[in-house]
Every structure is written in structure tokens, then in C-alpha cells.
């Protein structure tokens, strides 16, 4: 009786409790996430950074080169040269990054791009064959090395605007790559002329790199893996495992569907760029087209071949350019914000040579059992966004609306606060000393909990002087106070 007058609570009862508030935390972040927008200004681009805007997008297009110059006929160990040049470009990426410190990058580089253009004359004039395939592989090598070196740069010497400009680069250079290789124009001819000016300027942007611009790099503090890393990690792994796998399907590298997937790279890439610069769309809905594209490519892909369903799936997948774009441009961002060079080099040196295991799983379907390669790729783009959308609590949380957001939102300031600190802007607005300490801490990313340890103070002090500080200025966030400095073009002067 007393048990029915007073019923005992159930553990169930807390677990199914805490699964529909699960459910409805994943629900909540996710719609905040599609409605969340950024702030890129086109003013903000420097044109003697143009060098690390445009090195970083030559050398991945070589990364998917193999229909080009070899046939499925040359192989090494039983794998085709595909597998083994994607590979090489991965594993030297991280082998030669190992040794680069920031004072020796520009060496490194220098020296990459040296011996990947050597490697690259010889390979380019060779008949195909198993001799030509070593020359491609050491040149992948080194080319893996030189994208390395340019990623670095990339991260930390351009700002968030240039950065996305620079992501949109590599997808359009991939893309044009794709329609000029689909077209055979000049009977191949174009194809090694159009692959030599890549390499050809690849090595004149590291010849032009400057150590001066990596100083940002040198002196931050040192940091740790962030949460905001690691949600970051998990989408550039994954958007490549799920990539990839279109390379290996039947039909992929014919001539009409690199056209048509080129093609519509090309609109991707404007679409992309106008989700940003027009309609302010955060880069969290990129991230999404992308994962549904490519999962529809290959659901699309059991379909009879020859069908119009069958030939729509090489067209859909030309939405991959928007899956490099966010990648490229959510790593640069974030590291540039969280990481340092020492993080930076783990991450580069464990992560690409894993990153090979996205070409040889795949390799191994394609070379084993070719007609489960279709089931695969689609059960491994769906498993891995499944995983990104069940981490959408976790990207507000520590990504999209962290206590840092609003600096990630709007323009890249990590060098702009030292810039508006020296240029005296502070002057004449009225604040004390120590809020003037504060602002240009703000202006550089820092939370107020960071702006408490480095000045000594309580957190509630910081917020003291934060709320003091927009009070006087007549503001009301940080994206406000970004906004109020950007006007006076001192990203001009970076």
C-alpha cells in the first residue's frame, strides 16, 4: 500500500529523463547553429599576403591527379598509383614538418619546394611506368611537405577573411583541374602545362614567404588541445574519409563526370562565398550541405548505371568544394585563436600520415571487393555525420558560441588589438588605464576570464571593467567594439 501511495522512482526514470533532454539539447543547439551567421569584410584582405592565400590552394590539387598521368594498369605492392601518391603526400607532410620549427620554416620550405620541382621535371616527361611512378611518389612527398608548410602559413599569417578567400581558392583551383582534365583540351597537352604552372607557382610562394609574418605564431603563450581543436579536428578528418571515397566509384574519373562535377564546384565555390560575404551564413551550415550531398552522391550511386539518377550523383558531388572550404577556413580559424606552433606541429604530424588510412581503406574496397565500395562510402558518411550532428551541444558550447565567438564571428583581431594598442586609438575616449589594458585584450580574443589571469584580477573585476568600458564607448558587445576599430581601416595597415 505504501508503496502504491508513494511510488518508488525509478532509475529508467532518470535515464529516460536525461535522453529527451539530450535529445532536446541536440535539437536546440542545432536549430541556434543554422540561424547563427558570421562577418567577413573584403576590406580586410592584404595584398602582400597574397602569397599565403594562394600557395596553400595549389598544392592539394595534385592530390587526386591519378586519372590524369596513370592508368589503373600501374601499380606498386598490389596498389594503384593513386593510393600510393595520396599516401606519400600525407606521410611527407608530416615527416618533413617534424623537423620545422617557425624561426627555420621559410628554410623548410624553401627546400621542400626545391627537390618536389626537381622530382617534378623528370616525372612529367616520363611515359608511365613504374620508374615515373617512384618520381611521382617523391614528388608527392615533397609537395606533401610544401602543403604543410603553406597550411601553417595559412593558419597563422592571414586573417579570417583571408583565410576564407584562400578556401575558396583551393576548391576553385581543384575544380578547374577537374573540367580541364574531363575536357582533354589540346589532346592532354594542357593537362601537364596547367599541372607545371601549379608547381611553378607553388614554388614562388614559398620563395616568398617571410618570417617576419610568422611572428604571431612565435609569441603566443603556450596552449593546449582546446575542445574547440578537437571539434575542429573531427570535422577536417572526417570530411576527408568521406570525400575520398568517390575517387574509387565506377565512372568517377570518365570525362563527363569530371566535367560535371568541375562544374558545379565552380557554382559551389560562388555559393559558398555568398552564404558568407552576402547573406552572412555561418560556416556550420556549410558543414551540413556538404555531409548531405555527399551522402545523397552515394545512395545515389546504387542506382543502374546509365540511369539519370546514377549520372545526377556526379554533379551533386561537386557540393565536396564546400566541405573543403569549411574545413580549410574552421582549422585555420580556430587554431589561429586556440593553437600554437607546438600543437600545430602534433596535430599536422599525427593527423596526415593517419589521413593516408583515407586513401587505402577505400583502395583496399577498390582493389578487393569493388561492388561493396558504394555500401561502404555510404555507411561511412552517414555514421561520421550522425557524430557531427550528436556533437551539436558540444560545437555551440565550445565553437560557434563560446565566450570567444564574437571575435570568430566577426574579423581575425589576434593581430589588430597589438595594432590599435600602438596606434594610440585608445587615446582620447575617455577610459582609465586599466580599461584601456582591457580593451585591447579584448580586441586580441581574450575571454574575461583570460583577461582576469593576465592582469592579476578577479573574473568579476574583469566583467567590471568590461561593462564600464562598452558603457563609455555606448556599445553593447564585443562584436561591436571589433566593429567600432575595423572602421578606421586599420586592417589596411596588418
Not at 613504374?130 to 610544401?146: D, E, P, T
Not at 552572412?280 to 556538404?290: D, V, Y
Not at 550532428?389 to 583581431?413: N, R
Request: glycine fraction near 6%; charge should be positive.
Amino acid at each position: 500500500m505504501g508503496a502504491a501511495m508513494f511510488p518508488v522512482k525509478r532509475k529508467s526514470d532518470d535515464i529516460t529523463k536525461a535522453e529527451r533532454n539530450m535529445g532536446k539539447s541536440i535539437v536546440t543547439s542545432f536549430l541556434a547553429l543554422f540561424r547563427s551567421k558570421d562577418n567577413v569584410n573584403i576590406r580586410n584582405v592584404r595584398l602582400d599576403h597574397l602569397q599565403y592565400m594562394l600557395i596553400f590552394p595549389l598544392a592539394p590539387v595534385f592530390a587526386n591527379m591519378q586519372g590524369i598521368l596513370f592508368s589503373d594498369s600501374i601499380r606498386l605492392f598490389g596498389l594503384d598509383a593513386m593510393t600510393l601518391m595520396g599516401s606519400a603526400y600525407c606521410i611527407g607532410a608530416g615527416a618533413l614538418f617534424a623537423f620545422s620549427n617557425v624561426k627555420n620554416m621559410t628554410r623548410v620550405s624553401r627546400i621542400s619546394a626545391t627537390v618536389a620541382a626537381a622530382s617534378y621535371i623528370p616525372w612529367i616527361m616520363m611515359d608511365e611506368g613504374h620508374l615515373s611512378l617512384m618520381l611521382a611518389i617523391l614528388f608527392m612527398f615533397f609537395l606533401g611537405g610544401c602543403a604543410a608548410c603553406a597550411a601553417f602559413a595559412y593558419t597563422f599569417a592571414l586573417n579570417n577573411t583571408e583565410r576564407l578567400l584562400g578556401a575558396a581558392m583551393i576548391s576553385t583551383f581543384f575544380a578547374l583541374n577537374q573540367i580541364d582534365s574531363g575536357l582533354s583540351l589540346l589532346s592532354g597537352l594542357f593537362d601537364k602545362t596547367y599541372l607545371t604552372a601549379l608547381v611553378a607557382g607553388s614554388c614562388a610562394c614559398l620563395f616568398l614567404y617571410r618570417t617576419r609574418d610568422f611572428a604571431v605564431a612565435e609569441n603566443k603563450p603556450k596552449a593546449t588541445l582546446y575542445p574547440a581543436l578537437k571539434l575542429t579536428l573531427y570535422f577536417f578528418v572526417a570530411h576527408y574519409f568521406v570525400e575520398i571515397f568517390y575517387t574509387y566509384l565506377p565512372g568517377a574519373s570518365m570525362p563527363n563526370a569530371m566535367v560535371a562535377n568541375g562544374t558545379v564546384g565552380i557554382l559551389v565555390v560562388c555559393l559558398a562565398v555568398a552564404l558568407q560575404f552576402i547573406t552572412k551564413r555561418s560556416i556550420w551550415n556549410m558543414c551540413n550541405l556538404f555531409f548531405l550531398a555527399e551522402i545523397g552522391t552515394y545512395i545515389l550511386y546504387f542506382m543502374p548505371e546509365g540511369s539519370a539518377l546514377r549520372s545526377f550523383a556526379r554533379f551533386l558531388h561537386g557540393f565536396e568544394q564546400m566541405g573543403y572550404i569549411a574545413a580549410y577556413y574552421l582549422l585555420g580559424c580556430v587554431f589561429k585563436k586556440h593553437g600554437d606552433f607546438r600543437i600545430f606541429k602534433l596535430c599536422l604530424v599525427t593527423i596526415l600520415p593517419v589521413s593516408m588510412l583515407s586513401y587505402v581503406i577505400p583502395g583496399i574496397f577498390a582493389s578487393y571487393a569493388p561492388t561493396l565500395l558504394p555500401l561502404a562510402a555510404t555507411l561511412t558518411s552517414g555514421a561520421v555525420f550522425v557524430v557531427f550532428i550528436l556533437m551539436s551541444p558540444a560545437y555551440s558550447k565550445h565553437l560557434f558560441f563560446a565566450e570567444w565567438s564574437d571575435d570568430f564571428y566577426g574579423v581575425d583581431m589576434a593581430e589588430a588589438g597589438q595594432k590599435i594598442k600602438q596606434s594610440g586609438m585608445l587615446e582620447g575616449l575617455n577610459l582609465s588605464p586599466r580599461e584601456k589594458e582591457v580593451a585591447s585584450l579584448l580586441l586580441q580574443g581574450q575571454s574575461a576570464k583570460d583577461i582576469a589571469k593576465k592582469l592579476e584580477i578577479t573574473i568579476s573585476t574583469a566583467n567590471f571593467h568590461i561593462k564600464n568600458l562598452y558603457k563609455k564607448l555606448n556599445i553593447g558587445s564585443r562584436s561591436e567594439l571589433f566593429a567600432r576599430f575595423a572602421s578606421h581601416n586599420i586592417f589596411s595597415k596588418l
